[in-house]
Protein backbone atom coordinates (compact mmCIF):
# COMPACT_ATOMS: atom_id res chain seq x y z
CA UNK A 1 0.00 0.00 0.00
CA UNK A 2 0.95 3.43 -0.87
CA UNK A 3 1.96 5.57 2.22
CA UNK A 4 3.78 8.92 3.08
CA UNK A 5 5.12 9.74 6.24
CA UNK A 6 5.89 13.24 7.80
CA UNK A 7 7.97 12.06 10.84
CA UNK A 8 7.36 15.38 12.55
CA UNK A 9 4.32 16.92 13.59
CA UNK A 10 6.00 20.47 14.48
CA UNK A 11 9.24 22.22 13.47
CA UNK A 12 10.85 25.03 15.30
CA UNK A 13 13.18 27.62 13.45
CA UNK A 14 14.36 30.84 14.02
CA UNK A 15 14.02 33.61 11.14
CA UNK A 16 16.74 33.74 8.60
CA UNK A 17 17.34 30.04 9.41
CA UNK A 18 17.53 26.88 6.72
CA UNK A 19 14.22 25.05 7.28
CA UNK A 20 13.74 21.77 6.60
CA UNK A 21 10.42 19.54 6.82
CA UNK A 22 11.04 15.85 6.47
CA UNK A 23 8.78 13.27 4.34
CA UNK A 24 9.47 9.58 3.54
CA UNK A 25 7.73 7.51 1.17
CA UNK A 26 6.65 3.58 0.36
CA UNK A 27 4.89 3.34 -3.34
CA UNK A 28 5.26 0.05 -5.26
CA UNK A 29 6.25 1.74 -8.16
CA UNK A 30 7.02 5.50 -9.79
CA UNK A 31 6.10 8.06 -7.35
CA UNK A 32 4.63 11.58 -8.65
CA UNK A 33 5.78 13.78 -4.94
CA UNK A 34 4.02 16.87 -4.19
CA UNK A 35 4.10 18.84 -1.22
CA UNK A 36 1.30 21.54 -0.26
CA UNK A 37 1.19 24.33 2.54
CA UNK A 38 -2.21 24.87 3.88
CA UNK A 39 -2.51 28.11 6.29
CA UNK A 40 -5.31 28.22 9.27
CA UNK A 41 -8.83 27.73 7.88
CA UNK A 42 -7.92 27.95 4.69
CA UNK A 43 -7.36 25.30 1.65
CA UNK A 44 -4.11 23.80 0.24
CA UNK A 45 -1.82 25.64 -1.67
CA UNK A 46 0.56 24.14 -4.00
CA UNK A 47 4.48 24.30 -3.28
CA UNK A 48 6.38 22.07 -5.93
CA UNK A 49 6.37 18.46 -7.51
CA UNK A 50 8.38 15.80 -8.92
CA UNK A 51 7.54 14.17 -11.78
CA UNK A 52 11.05 13.18 -13.41
CA UNK A 53 14.57 14.24 -13.80
CA UNK A 54 16.00 16.81 -11.92
CA UNK A 55 16.03 15.37 -8.08
CA UNK A 56 15.79 19.27 -7.05
CA UNK A 57 13.33 20.47 -7.64
CA UNK A 58 12.58 24.43 -7.13
CA UNK A 59 9.01 25.56 -6.05
CA UNK A 60 6.89 28.98 -5.03
CA UNK A 61 7.83 31.14 -2.31
CA UNK A 62 11.58 30.14 -2.13
CA UNK A 63 11.08 26.79 -1.25
CA UNK A 64 12.68 23.20 -3.21
CA UNK A 65 12.91 19.97 -2.16
CA UNK A 66 15.15 16.60 -2.79
CA UNK A 67 14.36 13.60 -4.36
CA UNK A 68 16.31 10.67 -2.92
CA UNK A 69 14.96 7.51 -4.21
CA UNK A 70 17.35 5.02 -2.47
CA UNK A 71 15.91 6.77 0.97
CA UNK A 72 12.51 7.29 -0.21
CA UNK A 73 12.30 10.80 0.82
CA UNK A 74 11.24 13.71 -0.41
CA UNK A 75 12.57 16.85 2.38
CA UNK A 76 11.15 20.37 1.95
CA UNK A 77 14.28 23.07 2.29
CA UNK A 78 14.18 26.45 2.31
CA UNK A 79 17.76 28.35 2.69
CA UNK A 80 16.31 31.02 4.88
CA UNK A 81 13.02 31.29 6.73
CA UNK A 82 10.13 33.85 7.25
CA UNK A 83 7.62 34.55 9.69
CA UNK A 84 4.84 34.31 7.17
CA UNK A 85 6.34 30.62 6.15
CA UNK A 86 4.73 29.80 9.35
CA UNK A 87 1.93 27.21 8.15
CA UNK A 88 0.90 23.37 8.05
CA UNK A 89 2.65 21.33 5.21
CA UNK A 90 1.71 18.95 3.84
CA UNK A 91 3.73 16.07 1.96
CA UNK A 92 1.84 14.14 -0.70
CA UNK A 93 2.53 10.58 -3.15
CA UNK A 94 0.44 9.90 -6.49
CA UNK A 95 1.45 6.75 -8.01
CA UNK A 96 2.67 6.52 -11.69
CA UNK A 97 -0.80 5.95 -13.92
CA UNK A 98 -3.11 6.12 -10.57
CA UNK A 99 -5.18 8.85 -11.63
CA UNK A 100 -4.92 11.75 -9.53
CA UNK A 101 -5.74 10.60 -6.01
CA UNK A 102 -2.81 11.82 -3.98
CA UNK A 103 -1.96 10.43 -0.77
CA UNK A 104 -1.06 12.71 2.25
CA UNK A 105 1.00 12.75 5.30
CA UNK A 106 -0.52 14.09 8.19
CA UNK A 107 1.61 17.65 8.11
CA UNK A 108 4.03 18.83 9.86
CA UNK A 109 3.34 22.36 11.69
CA UNK A 110 6.40 24.96 10.91
CA UNK A 111 6.59 27.92 12.94
CA UNK A 112 9.33 30.35 12.29
CA UNK A 113 10.21 32.87 15.21
CA UNK A 114 11.14 36.78 14.60
CA UNK B 1 -9.53 33.69 -13.06
CA UNK B 2 -11.62 32.42 -10.55
CA UNK B 3 -10.07 29.52 -8.49
CA UNK B 4 -11.85 26.66 -6.87
CA UNK B 5 -15.32 27.54 -5.23
CA UNK B 6 -16.73 25.33 -2.65
CA UNK B 7 -20.27 26.31 -0.93
CA UNK B 8 -21.39 26.58 1.88
CA UNK B 9 -17.91 27.43 3.72
CA UNK B 10 -19.78 26.62 6.87
CA UNK B 11 -22.58 24.41 8.23
CA UNK B 12 -24.02 22.43 11.47
CA UNK B 13 -26.35 19.57 11.12
CA UNK B 14 -27.25 16.75 13.60
CA UNK B 15 -26.71 13.47 12.95
CA UNK B 16 -28.86 11.17 11.10
CA UNK B 17 -29.66 14.64 8.75
CA UNK B 18 -27.90 14.93 5.03
CA UNK B 19 -26.16 17.37 3.45
CA UNK B 20 -24.95 18.63 -0.03
CA UNK B 21 -21.55 20.14 -0.48
CA UNK B 22 -21.10 22.19 -3.67
CA UNK B 23 -17.84 22.85 -5.56
CA UNK B 24 -17.42 24.78 -8.90
CA UNK B 25 -13.88 23.96 -10.61
CA UNK B 26 -11.22 26.36 -12.19
CA UNK B 27 -12.60 26.80 -15.81
CA UNK B 28 -11.39 24.48 -18.09
CA UNK B 29 -10.77 21.89 -15.73
CA UNK B 30 -12.59 18.51 -16.40
CA UNK B 31 -11.37 16.51 -13.09
CA UNK B 32 -12.60 17.11 -9.77
CA UNK B 33 -12.08 15.00 -6.64
CA UNK B 34 -13.22 15.22 -3.11
CA UNK B 35 -10.93 15.02 0.39
CA UNK B 36 -12.11 14.90 3.60
CA UNK B 37 -9.84 16.48 6.12
CA UNK B 38 -10.47 15.83 9.83
CA UNK B 39 -8.83 17.86 12.10
CA UNK B 40 -5.00 17.07 12.64
CA UNK B 41 -4.85 14.85 9.85
CA UNK B 42 -4.06 15.06 6.14
CA UNK B 43 -6.91 15.32 3.33
CA UNK B 44 -8.41 11.89 2.59
CA UNK B 45 -9.14 10.86 -0.59
CA UNK B 46 -12.80 10.32 -1.40
CA UNK B 47 -13.74 10.82 -5.01
CA UNK B 48 -12.86 11.85 -8.59
CA UNK B 49 -15.23 12.68 -11.43
CA UNK B 50 -13.37 13.28 -14.91
CA UNK B 51 -15.67 14.02 -17.37
CA UNK B 52 -18.66 13.29 -15.66
CA UNK B 53 -17.74 9.94 -14.91
CA UNK B 54 -16.39 8.10 -11.72
CA UNK B 55 -12.73 7.46 -12.10
CA UNK B 56 -11.85 6.86 -8.33
CA UNK B 57 -13.19 6.40 -4.81
CA UNK B 58 -11.70 5.96 -1.74
CA UNK B 59 -12.36 3.79 1.46
CA UNK B 60 -15.55 5.25 2.87
CA UNK B 61 -19.01 3.93 3.25
CA UNK B 62 -22.02 4.16 0.74
CA UNK B 63 -23.53 7.16 2.27
CA UNK B 64 -21.09 8.78 0.52
CA UNK B 65 -21.77 9.91 -3.39
CA UNK B 66 -21.42 12.15 -5.85
CA UNK B 67 -21.65 13.36 -9.17
CA UNK B 68 -20.28 15.95 -11.65
CA UNK B 69 -22.54 18.07 -13.88
CA UNK B 70 -22.46 18.89 -17.53
CA UNK B 71 -20.47 21.98 -16.63
CA UNK B 72 -17.99 20.36 -14.81
CA UNK B 73 -19.24 21.54 -11.41
CA UNK B 74 -19.53 18.69 -8.76
CA UNK B 75 -21.82 17.72 -5.70
CA UNK B 76 -20.58 15.49 -2.69
CA UNK B 77 -24.12 14.22 -0.71
CA UNK B 78 -23.43 12.64 2.62
CA UNK B 79 -26.33 10.75 4.22
CA UNK B 80 -27.24 9.43 7.50
CA UNK B 81 -24.84 11.83 9.57
CA UNK B 82 -22.62 10.27 11.80
CA UNK B 83 -20.38 12.38 14.73
CA UNK B 84 -17.63 11.19 12.87
CA UNK B 85 -18.51 13.00 9.61
CA UNK B 86 -17.59 16.46 11.39
CA UNK B 87 -14.59 17.99 8.92
CA UNK B 88 -13.54 19.86 6.67
CA UNK B 89 -14.40 18.88 3.21
CA UNK B 90 -11.91 20.02 0.06
CA UNK B 91 -12.34 19.81 -3.59
CA UNK B 92 -10.15 19.98 -5.86
CA UNK B 93 -10.23 20.20 -9.65
CA UNK B 94 -7.22 19.71 -12.15
CA UNK B 95 -6.27 19.06 -15.69
CA UNK B 96 -6.38 15.38 -15.61
CA UNK B 97 -6.86 13.69 -19.03
CA UNK B 98 -3.26 15.34 -19.92
CA UNK B 99 -1.38 12.50 -17.92
CA UNK B 100 -1.63 12.48 -14.01
CA UNK B 101 1.34 14.78 -13.48
CA UNK B 102 -0.39 17.67 -13.01
CA UNK B 103 -1.37 19.36 -9.70
CA UNK B 104 -4.48 19.79 -7.61
CA UNK B 105 -6.08 23.13 -7.35
CA UNK B 106 -8.00 23.17 -4.12
CA UNK B 107 -10.70 25.00 -2.63
CA UNK B 108 -10.92 26.54 0.58
CA UNK B 109 -13.26 23.70 1.89
CA UNK B 110 -16.26 23.29 3.74
CA UNK B 111 -16.90 22.91 6.95
CA UNK B 112 -19.06 20.27 9.01
CA UNK B 113 -19.97 20.46 11.85
CA UNK B 114 -22.45 17.09 12.83
CA UNK B 115 -24.19 17.23 16.43
Known amino acids: AQSVAQPEDQVNVAEGNPLTVKCTYS??????LFWYVQYPNRGLQFLLK??????LVKGSYGFEAEFNKSQTSFHLKKPSALVSDSALYFC????????????FGKGTTLSVSS | DAGVTQSPTHLIKTRGQQVTLRCSPI?????VSWYQQVLGQGPQFIFQ?????ERGRGNFPDRFSARQFPNYSSELNVNALLLGDSALYLC????WGHGNTGELFFGEGSRLTVL
Open chain 2, 92 to 95: ASSL
Open chain 2, 49 to 53: YYEKE
Open chain 1, 27 to 32: VSGNPY
Open chain 1, 92 to 103: AVRLAGGGTALI
Open chain 1, 50 to 55: YITGDN
Open chain 2, 27 to 31: SGHKS
